[in-house]
């Protein structure tokens, strides 16, 4: 029997997990839809100031934080908990990501230990903004899925 997969297709202010159980008729189904609609907010629209530079330690002065910067992070930790859900109770299987940049490497930085054992591919490409048959259709043609 082949084991289920999942899939995440992401940017910093959507996430949708998608699944293909092998067992089950329907296919692939959109398990989940996450947004995140700060982290397109600029500063000031978000109601916050640029933290600007900041004192750390001996190297001086320590990066600036944007905040939609920091929305972005929050958002990868919210998707990283929801995936951790959705995959964590399978029997074997993979995950797929495909997220824009750089969401993509925050989102993986952010799985736990075990979650992440289950990413069998990453690909830093931004599909959210297809419909789930044509998601459906690039994914079999494109990636083999």
Same mark, same amino acid.
């Given at each position: 029997m082949d084991k289920p997969i999942w899939v995440i297709v992401a940017n910093g202010s959507m996430a949708r997990l998608l699944e293909r159980n092998p067992a089950k008729p329907e296919g692939w189904v959109e398990k989940e839809c996450l947004t995140h609609p700060q982290s397109r *907010?600029?500063? =000031?629209? %978000?109601?916050?100031?640029? $933290? !600007?530079? $900041?004192? %750390? !330690?001996? $190297?001086g002065l320590a990066p600036r934080s944007e905040p939609h910067d920091h929305e972005r992070r929050k958002f990868a930790q919210q998707v990283a908990h929801a995936v951790k859900g959705a995959v964590g109770g399978g029997q074997g299987g993979a995950l797929v990501v495909f997220a824009s940049n750089p969401? *993509?490497?925050e989102l993986l930085d952010h799985l736990d230990d075990t979650t992440r054992k289950w990413? +069998? =591919? +990453?690909?830093p *490409?931004? *599909?959210t903004g297809l419909g789930l048959a044509e998601l459906i259709q690039r994914m079999h043609g494109e990636f083999g899925l």
């Open positions: *907010l600029h500063g =000031a629209e %978000a109601g916050q100031e640029p $933290s !600007g530079h $900041s004192i %750390a !330690g001996r $190297s969401f *993509l490497g990413v +069998s =591919a +990453s690909h *490409l931004d *599909l």
